[in-house]
């Protein structure tokens, strides 16, 4: 009798007493938990791990993007050169998609007072007081308003900035590509005082977002995204070119990087064109809705410039006077969910300068 009364409470007291040990939880016990969903969430969360497989071998719920993925609008960050010599080479053709308006050379100015006077001078003269100081040997060249610096192509001085030459360092990381422009065209203002020449404040495409307004390829021409980008042609000419250009299409997934067989008539205007005028020179401009999905999305505006380059060259232009640009998904224009809108970004335009 007084065992079982023992064994009774024993099991009465014993419950509770079971249900708070196993609410503990230490260290590596979880203990139990009776309601996991409300700790546990049913929904992946970004910094939770999941199983291991194939696809995912780090068990990462948040996924690192494809390689080569560009946020949008960050497009203008792409740049085709590598840093090598032959990067360096290259860049010469290099254009500004960014004009020299007054407004940018003065935003250039204001950006060059912080990121560049204290070694080449406030006016460029290689006197600000880290080359005064002899902290560091100036470059080979005196100052801004040498021959040097004037004649430098202002590709090669773009990639100069993005990633440094000699003892100067990269300056990618302070400034946007919008801002090496403005900064660049400021350096050339220095390099030729009263001499340089502004581009028409209308015509500003300063900011990533302003591209938005440049429509088709008459703005190109007019020479809005280049700086000393003049046609070279008569305006009957330029209607010619634009026309042709206008017609140029791609090809959607998958052969995205595939002119139309279309295109081929109206660039073969542009070739005979070209052809008969060897001192142009022509830069095309590869435009594109890059989705984020696509592994090379990054370079596909590049490609299809490259492909029309190298169609112009199989048609008998001379491949120097040739150069390929990219512009960013900022020009582009239309709801991206719309399939007419994706085939009206599918088109390349071109500068044509001497
Ligand atoms: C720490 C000092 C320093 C700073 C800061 C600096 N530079 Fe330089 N820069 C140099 C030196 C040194 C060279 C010569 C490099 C060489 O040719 O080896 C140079 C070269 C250049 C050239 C010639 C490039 C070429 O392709 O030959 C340009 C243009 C230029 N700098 C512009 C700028 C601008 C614009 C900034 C600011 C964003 C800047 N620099 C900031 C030290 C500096």
Not at 8 to 18: D, F
Not at 35 to 47: D, L
Not at 151 to 157: E, M, R, T
Not at 287 to 305: I, M, N, V
Request: with cysteine; charged share 20%.
């Amino acid at each position: 009798m007084k065992l079982n009364n023992l064994l009774k409470y024993g099991i009465i007291l014993s419950i509770p007493a079971l249900g708070l040990v196993s609410c503990v939880s230490s260290g590596d016990n979880p203990g139990i938990e009776y309601a996991p969903n409300m700790y546990v969430s049913q929904a992946y969360e970004p910094f939770s791990q999941e199983k291991k497989f194939d696809y995912n071998p780090n068990g990462m719920t948040m996924r690192l993007p494809v390689n080569g993925t560009v946020a949008r609008g960050q497009g203008s960050f792409i740049y085709p050169h590598a840093n090598t010599g032959d990067g360096y080479t290259a860049s010469a053709g290099f254009t500004p998609w960014v004009a020299a308006t007054q407004t940018n050379v003065e935003e250039g100015q204001r950006l060059y007072n912080i990121y560049c006077w204290h070694c080449h001078g406030k006016k460029g003269k290689n006197n600000g007081p880290i080359f005064k100081d002899k902290k560091m040997p100036v470059p080979s060249w005196p100052n801004y308003q040498s021959e040097y610096i004037q004649n430098l192509p202002v590709g090669k001085a773009y990639h100069t900035i993005t990633y440094g030459k000699g003892l100067m360092g990269s300056h990618a990381f302070m400034l946007n590509p919008e801002e090496r422009w403005k900064v660049i065209h400021y350096v050339k203002s220095l390099a030729y005082g009263d001499d340089f020449k502004f581009a028409p404040e209308a015509s500003t495409s300063g900011e990533g977002a302003d591209i938005d307004e440049i429509e088709g390829i008459s703005s190109d021409v007019d020479g809005t995204m280049g700086v000393h980008h003049d046609f070279p042609g008569t305006a009957a000419e330029k209607a010619m070119i634009m026309t042709a250009m206008s017609k140029v299409d791609f090809k959607g997934f998958p052969n995205r990087r595939v002119m139309k067989a279309s295109s081929e008539g109206q660039l073969d205007k542009v070739a005979v064109y070209l052809a008969k005028h060897p001192d142009f020179k022509a830069t095309v401009v590869g435009q594109t809705w890059a989705t984020l999905t696509e592994e090379g999305a990054a370079t596909l505006g590049l490609d299809r410039a490259k492909n029309i380059v190298a169609y112009l060259t199989s048609k008998g232009v001379n491949a120097a006077n040739l150069s390929a640009r990219n512009v960013a998904d900022a020009g582009m224009t239309g709801d991206i969910t719309s399939s007419a809108d994706r085939q009206a970004n599918r088109r390349a335009e071109i500068e044509i300068y001497k």
